[in-house]
């Protein structure tokens, strides 16, 4: 049987958009929202992800609370309708594509509630193609679009609340779709095998989406171990109908900033060129949520990650105290996305500082997975 959005002239490929183009079962389809009130006190990430090869789809909501980091997952079988976005008490309502968007969480049986809605600040970008290989197989082949906005609404941790308005609450978007890895076992080949493991593996990665009031500039940089860059972009992204074009920055130079002993950033010193012209601008990095501390993000060491079947309607919290070392300790091997504040040209400007580096990264003086920053 047909679905709903077969009734529309949106097809892509001689099926109905109930099925995938591609039979491999890492095909996706996931958002992505952060949110913050400037003071590093408290960060939300969030998103939704339909997983149709294997027939799931899930969501996450993680909220970092001082030192405690809480997150609430739900999952359930994939339905016909992808125009509802919903799974268990989590939903996302698109009341104007790209500048209205509403994003409610109903697990109160959790401890975790909110109601936030998002208005983009300016128009989205299309980012470059991500593709990553290990060996021969390819593992990640995606497209994504982000934005940067401000929200307004409510959001219920246990015993706190905070009321979000559009006057200082920031954050960034993004929609990703294609193929990269889902949850749950994969049939173990050659390249799974640790004996033939990269010895000179390395994944250094930043991503600074940020917001100033007259403009974004979005950021985005992937390293191997020799420091050979497979994915770059800046752009700086105007309001849209103020008459000027997005500008495309050249190749940021990065001057990251480590705690010592530690591959933690404080913040990073960007060279970009404006039209011929030296444009640098300062970062600085402070509260941070461990994506692989139960957002299913990577190797995530709670055991759940996005598409993992869980069974129907099924609701979970996590609770990560941010000073166990049993924590701290995995937190270099994955993803951290921290608050930002920026400086450009004397503009502040607020967002996701979104790096890690796990292995070899010769730019930094990283060897190997055990190097730190002198």
């Keep these: ?125 299309d980012e470059p193609a991500h593709v990553m290989h290990r060996g021969n197989k390819v593992i990640l082949d995606a497209s994504r679009f982000a934005a940067v906005g401000t929200w307004e609404g409510m959001l219920r941790l246990d015993d706190r609340e905070w009321t979000a308005s559009h006057d200082l609450w920031v954050g960034s978007r993004d929609r990703s779709w294609g193929i990269r890895p889902v949850g749950g076992p994969e049939t173990q080949g050659r390249y799974e095998d640790p004996a033939e493991a990269d010895p000179d ?36 992204v105007w309001p849209q109908g103020s008459g000027r074009h997005n500008e495309q920055l050249g190749w940021p130079e990065f001057e990251m900033r480590y705690e010592p002993g530690t591959r933690r950033p404080l913040g990073a010193t960007v060279h970009l060129r404006d039209h011929g012209r030296d444009l640098t601008i300062e970062y600085e990095a402070s509260t941070f949520v461990a994506l692989s501390a139960g957002s299913g993000y990577g190797n995530d060491t709670t ?56 292995g070899r990264h010769d730019p930094s003086g990283f060897a190997d997975f055990g190097s730190v920053a002198g």
């Design 1 to 125: 049987m047909p679905i709903g959005l077969d009734e529309y002239p949106i097809h892509q490929a001689p099926l109905s958009l109930q099925f995938p183009v591609s039979s491999d079962r890492n095909v996706y389809d996931r958002c992505y929202w952060n949110a913050h009130d400037r003071s590093g006190e408290m960060f939300l990430v969030t998103g939704l992800g339909v997983y149709p090869n294997v027939g799931v789809i899930d969501a996450y909501a993680t909220v970092r609370d001082g030192d405690r980091q809480v997150t609430v997952r739900m999952s359930d079988a994939l339905g016909d309708d992808r125009m509802d976005q919903q799974v268990g008490p989590y939903r996302i309502e698109v009341v104007k594509p790209f500048e209205e968007l509403r994003l409610v969480c109903e697990a109160e049986a959790q401890g975790l509630s909110f109601d936030l809605t998002w208005h983009g600040s300016f128009p989205p970008i």
């Design 201 to 236: 593996f390395g994944f250094w990665w930043s991503y600074f989406p940020f917001r100033f009031d007259d403009y974004a500039i979005i950021l985005i940089a992937q390293e191997d171990g020799f420091g050979h860059r497979i994915l770059n972009e800046a752009v700086r």
């Design 303 to 358: 055991g759940w990650a996005h598409g993992m079947w869980k069974g129907r309607n099924w609701v979970d919290r996590i609770d990560a105290d941010l000073t166990d070392p049993a924590v701290t300790g995995m937190v270099p091997f994955g993803m951290n996305d921290y608050v930002g504040r920026a400086v450009c040209e004397g503009d502040e400007g607020w967002g996701l500082f979104e790096h890690t580096s796990i």
